[in-house]
């Protein structure tokens, strides 16, 4: 190997160092919970000295959270096996739904608010990015005794229908922004051979328009995946609480099962990781082109 | 192109339709009921008093009363931790980012990681941290030999807030950081060149050339962040809330949004509750008007 100028070479040690203390900070916390949730309570319990890395690693508290398990408060006293298995069904089903919903109807009516023009168009583009400012509670303590005439309380559908809607305007507004900037030609093309709109829509639009999609389809799942005030409010037993207000109630009055709920917290945000590392590039896109436009 | 025909005007309005009565039913028709509940004196602990209209003076009791002020000066405190703490962190690591080395790309995803997980779980995550008798800042301290017993750093009241200001700078830094390394990016190289030829030193080329570069995205980042430790709710939840099971609500970290989950749904003071709300709004209406306006230009630009 070419020997590099000593300048080079203190230059790339700085870098790493800094590099070193950053991921430390970002990463330590993560580190920490994964350890504790494959240690057993013996060796997590050992103050003052600390392991840092289990001696045995064991699954252990994996296994009892998702079948026997520690009995934690929610009403009565639940086992976790219920709670948790419930939860992350739930939560799947929940982020998965509303992720689908925000995708189809921003996309649609991304399409008609950059390419169709008809009266009232820039008022209703205007009142739907008007809710974005509005502080949530606003709308939510009124919303829950509606909710809870119309029986969607302590259901997944309410749970959906509100989150996209919350979802919605940002997201509109993407697509709005991106369906406008691409190409008009093949669009007018199809027209000529007397498309229709829906027509349009699946066969020239869709295609265009998916990797913008795909950055819609991946924020609203791990914005529904990650959202906790909604559904505390919302959802009052384990027939439709996500996983992420399940994680909330382990945390006892009196005691916590510590390595259990680090098993329970790996788990609930095992989901945003792996779109994190695989997915980086449209998560970080769609999170900040919305902010980045409206300053 | 403007509605041509029938078909075009049934298009718009099967697409419209459905997402109009969503917001209307869901954000808007609610966001008026919950104004004519706060000029009423609705609470649920007294289901059989008639309800009746008592024109602003839940605003007034919320206004001249202490609890309020204590808790929006809770509120700033946190959004005055948080924001300086945040934005210099992000510019440290944009900065770090910004130079070019093997193995760049994966530093970049390892420390986006934090901003992508669920706020709640960073509450729990940090709340096991700071331990008091297991905790791994404990163990990491008292193995290093800074402190000779293990602490809880979370008991104290006066440093509750500044643990949630960490924790939430821990968790949203990423933002500022990405968007000051656009910022960073979009600077021309050739500025920097020029200015090293006229002899212009590290700091005077930071202090000319890049920190003017940088203002716009500063803005952003300060007024995205501004609202995002304003309405904080779930990294405190988990932290320091307290009364997750329905025991009362620890005061030390009680800002707007958590008081306003109390005084709804635990206190079922609906009406004070509801005038909250609105006074909450008031609070962040410049900026948030602000930010859709400037959305609905761009939005609707040719």
């Known amino acids: 190997m070419i020997a590099l100028p000593w300048r080079k070479w203190l230059r790339l040690t700085i870098i790493y160092a800094l590099c070193g203390v950053v991921l430390f900070w970002a990463l330590a916390p993560i580190y920490w919970v994964i350890v504790s949730s494959v240690s057993t309570r013996a ?5 003052p000295y600390k392991v840092w890395f289990p001696s045995a690693p064991t699954l252990q508290n994996y296994v009892d959270l998702f079948t026997t398990g520690p009995r934690y408060r929610d009403g009565g006293f639940l086992p976790t096996a219920d709670l948790m298995g419930a939860g992350m069904r739930n939560s799947l089903i929940y982020s998965l739904a509303t992720a689908a919903a925000v995708t189809i109807m921003s996309t649609l009516s991304g399409y008609v608010f950059a390419r169709m023009r008809f009266r009232l168009k820039g008022m209703i583009f205007f009142l739907f990015l008007l809710m974005m400012p509005l502080p949530i509670w606003v709308s939510l303590i009124a919303l829950y005794f509606i909710m809870s005439q119309v029986g969607l309380v302590d259901n997944l559908l309410g749970l959906i229908l509100i989150t996209t809607t919350l979802l ?29 709109r829906w027509q349009l829509m699946a066969s ?92 | 192109m403007t509605l041509r025909s029938f078909e075009d005007r049934v298009f718009v309005l099967a697409v419209l339709l459905p997402i109009a009565l969503l917001v209307a039913a869901l954000i808007y028709v609610p966001a008026v009921d919950t104004l004519r509940t706060s000029l009423t004196n609705r609470n649920l602990r007294q289901p059989n008093r008639p309800i009746e209209f008592v024109g602003l003076s839940n605003y007034q009791r919320l206004l001249t009363g202490n609890e309020m002020w204590q808790v929006t000066e809770r509120s700033l405190t946190v959004v005055a931790l948080t924001l300086p703490l945040e934005l210099a962190l992000g510019l440290g690591v944009a900065l770090l980012l910004n130079e070019r080395f093997p193995g760049r790309g994966i530093v ?104 003017p570069f940088l203002l716009p995205s500063f803005a952003i980042a300060l007024i995205v962040e501004f609202i995002a430790s304003f309405q904080i709710f779930d990294v405190i939840w988990t932290l320091t809330a307290g009364g997750q099971t329905g025991g009362a609500i620890n005061p030390g970290t009680k800002t707007l949004m958590l008081y306003n989950y109390e005084l709804v749904f635990r206190d079922l003071r609906i009406a004070v509750g509801s005038a909250l709300s609105y006074l909450i709004m008031l609070m962040s209406l410049a900026v948030g008007l602000f930010f859709v306006v400037r959305l609905y230009n761009q939005g609707t630009k040719r």
Not at chain 1, 173 to 180: D, K, N, P, S
Not at chain 2, 121 to 149: C, H, K, P, R, T
């Open chain 2, 108 to 211: 970049r995803t390892l420390v986006i990681l934090p901003w992508m997980l669920p706020p709640v779980v960073n509450g729990f995550l940090w709340g096991w941290l700071l331990n008091g008798e297991y905790g791994a800042l404990n163990g990491l301290l008292y193995q290093f030999g800074l402190i000779d017993q293990y602490r809880f750093w979370l008991r104290d009241p006066a440093s509750q807030l500044t643990w949630v200001a960490i924790v939430q700078t821990w968790t949203r830094f990423a933002f500022p950081m990405i968007i000051l390394l656009a910022g960073l990016q979009s600077i021309p190289v050739d500025l920097y060149d020029a200015a090293e030829v006229d002899g212009a030193g590290w700091l005077a080329r930071f202090r000319f050339i890049t920190f």
């Open chain 1, 168 to 196: 919605l305007p940002l997201n509109i507004w993407l697509m709005t922004t991106y369906i406008r900037d691409l190409p008009q030609d093949l669009e007018d093309a199809a027209f000529v051979d007397g498309c229709g």
């Open chain 1, 204 to 295: 020239v639009i869709i295609p265009l328009a998916r990797p913008g999609m795909t950055a819609v389809f991946l924020v609203a799942l791990l914005s529904a995946w990650n959202s906790f005030l909604v559904p505390l409010i919302f959802s009052t037993t384990a027939r439709s609480q996500p996983v992420t207000v399940v994680l909330s109630f382990f945390i006892g009055q009196y005691e916590v099962a510590w390595e259990a709920m680090s098993a329970a917290a790996v788990m609930t945000m095992l989901p945003p990781m792996l779109l994190a590392l695989f997915f980086q590039r449209y998560l970080v896109r769609g999170l900040t082109v919305g902010a980045v436009a409206g300053t």
């Open chain 1, 43 to 47: 060796e997590l319990y050992s103050a």
